[in-house]
T-cell receptor, first 116, second 116 residues
């Protein structure tokens, strides 16, 4: 399968614990996006990378959230000291920047986080 | 400000009947428009996009969408609905003048229920 993959698919954690999610993009894609989605809402932009550079981070993203893409391939999203409000689906998408403004983002299956 | 509106939270249609899921947008400049579908507990799947040219765009699974510049709309259509089309549908837009900022602006989604 050459699509975007995310691990784990589900995560249950206790409030205050740290969690880390991984995203593997489509292999030739140089852009990688993280979104958060809660029930009944559209995807909410968190951050994105071009190769290993983090180009933008949402103002909604608190200091407890950090993302990396150290070698320009896979990316990790870490949430420290989780809160119940962090419960959501975390979506990763990748794209090819050379496509220009018409680039299409391709999504992974998501990681569903439940903070108890 | 850029925005996307999906005026219907839910659309119900009988199997075999045509379906329409509505989307209107507001951007400065020319829009790039996208439709995605999301099945329960899954990520978003790309259906189709409008870049330029023919106002009728054909996509995956028999879906098509019609771009109407004067009405700033991009409604998703299918001539004959299937029960398996039941899912959440998202419309998204990006301005052609977006430059290096390729973030998509998302609608809140429309839940489509196809009844047997």
């Amino acid at each position: 399968d050459t699509g975007v993959s995310q691990n784990p698919r589900h995560k249950i954690t206790k409030r205050g614990q740290n969690v880390t999610f991984r995203c593997d993009p489509i292999s030739e894609h140089n852009r990688l996006y993280w979104y958060r989605q809660t029930l009944g809402q559209g995807p909410e932009f968190l951050t994105y990378f071009q190769n290993e550079a983090q180009l933008e981070k949402s103002r909604l993203l608190s200091d407890r959230f950090s993302a990396e893409r150290p070698k320009g391939s896979f990316s990790t999203l870490e949430i420290q000291r989780t809160e119940q409000g962090d419960s959501a689906m975390y979506l990763c998408a990748s794209s090819l920047v050379s496509a220009g403004p018409q680039e299409t983002q391709y999504f992974g299956p998501g990681t569903r986080l439940l903070v108890l | 400000a850029q925005s996307v509106a999906q005026p219907e939270d839910q659309v119900n249609v009988a199997e075999g009947n045509p379906l329409t899921v509505k989307c209107t947008y507001s951007v400065s400049g020319n829009p790039y428009l996208f439709w995605y579908v999301q099945y329960p507990n899954r990520g978003l799947q790309f259906l189709l996009k409008y870049i330029t040219g023919d106002n009728l765009v054909k996509g995956s699974y028999g879906f098509e969408a019609e771009f109407n510049k004067s009405q700033t709309s991009f409604h998703l259509k299918k001539p004959s609905a299937l029960v398996s089309d039941s899912a959440l549908y998202f419309c998204a837009v990006r301005a052609s003048s977006a430059g290096n900022n390729r973030k998509l602006i998302w609608g809140l989604g429309t839940s489509l229920a196809v009844n047997p």
